[in-house]
């Protein structure tokens, strides 16, 4: 519930008066990513998210979609390093280190102004909550995924992520929040009606099969 994930928030030491932007950061990968385009990665989200704290009175919310198996895919320890820097500058940034559910994490997700998804189903959370949502992507299903549901603008490829378009993209969609969560509002529910649809095909197909 809604007062749940305040709790949750709270108790991690987030603010529950300040407009929030939530941030989910990718590990290292190992290999699966090109090792400078992932330096660059890093440094733009460093320099931008100065920018944005800047000039917005709010906080950032770091979250962890994903930690492991192993530590190149542990989301976690360059999290961490990012929130440590950004706050040892007095930047009010909060790490939310804490092991949660999938509904947990999409509960506190929906209690961000606006989130910034390196990882896919961190961002896809975020929108079933009526989120506005930029995302990073590293892997061409980030941009399936958005272009199906008609927000390909809201993507940014990790091959092309500068300080320019993502100051550019992040501004926009956190100073009109209030109109993209009603764009989300009217696109959402039937997207979420139409992701019952295969389980309905496949029980058909299979009585069907099996007569």
Not at 14 to 31: A, E, F, N, R, W
Not at 86 to 104: A, C, I, N, T, W
Request: proline residues 3%.
């Amino acid at each position: 519930s809604k007062e749940e994930a305040i709790n949750l928030l709270r108790v991690n030491g987030v603010s529950i008066d300040k407009p929030k932007l939530g941030v989910t950061i990718i590990s290292q990968m190992g290999h699966s990513l090109n090792e400078n385009e992932m330096v660059n990665y890093y440094k733009v989200l460093s320099k931008v998210l100065r920018q944005f704290l800047c000039k917005h009175d709010s906080q950032v919310v770091f979250f962890n979609q994903v930690t492991g198996p192993v530590q190149n895919e542990d989301d976690r320890i360059e999290t961490a390093k990012l929130c440590q820097q950004l706050k040892s500058e007095g930047f009010d940034v909060v790490h939310v280190d804490q092991e949660m559910r999938p509904y947990e994490l999409k509960a506190c997700y929906g209690q961000m102004r606006t989130f910034l998804a390196s990882r896919l189903h961190s961002g896809i959370f975020s929108m079933g909550m009526y989120v506005p949502t930029i995302f990073i992507g590293y892997l061409s299903k980030t941009r399936g995924v958005l272009e199906s549901i008609g927000l390909n603008q809201n993507v940014i490829d990790l091959t092309e992520l500068n300080e320019d378009n993502l100051m550019e993209k992040l501004g926009q969609t956190w100073r009109d929040a209030n109109e993209e969560r009603k764009i989300l509002i009217q696109k959402i529910p039937p997207i979420q009606a139409a992701s019952h649809a295969p389980a309905k095909y496949i029980k058909e197909d299979f009585f069907q099969f099996h007569g």
